[in-house]
Nanobody
Framework: QVQLVESGGGLVQTGGSLRLSCAAS????????MGWFRQAPGKEREFVAA????????MYADSVKGRFTISRDNAKNTLYLQMNSLKPEDTAVYYC????????????????????WGQGTQVTVSS
């Protein structure tokens, strides 16, 4: 089992940057495929980015491609999301998620594939 705690959210102006972090408990972080999702008010939770547990393969939603970068540091049990060129439509609660993955290079984009979720961190982009 793993516990996830997000941090780094806040209020930023259009065009600004934020870096989200997700600290994972336990010593098996490297065995989990990881992802970031977000949920805006009145909308369903949506996929943002995902990274494999080995090799650092990544995938992004079209809406954030070229602006966001997902990364992980297995030695520090931490997942990151660097967000640049932020837009008002990026405003949402951002969640990190972990999935037990027997395949080391699997990238998971479906929320239903993830077993563990953090509590979320609010990102607000003002126009």
């Amino acid at each position: 089992q793993v516990q996830l705690v997000e941090s780094g959210g806040g209020l930023v102006q259009t065009g600004g940057s934020l870096r989200l972090s997700c600290a994972a408990s336990g010593r098996t972080f490297s065995t989990y495929a990881m992802g970031w999702f977000r949920q805006a008010p009145g909308k369903e939770r949506e996929f943002v980015a995902a990274i494999s547990r080995v090799g650092g393969s990544t995938m992004y939603a079209d809406s954030v491609k070229g602006r966001f970068t997902i990364s992980r540091d297995n030695a520090k049990n931490t997942l990151y999301l660097q967000m640049n060129s932020l837009k008002p439509e990026d405003t949402a609660v951002y969640y990190c998620a972990a999935a037990t993955s027997p395949q080391p290079f699997a990238i998971l984009t479906a929320a239903a594939k993830y077993n563990y979720w953090g509590q979320g961190t609010q990102v607000t982009v003002s126009s």
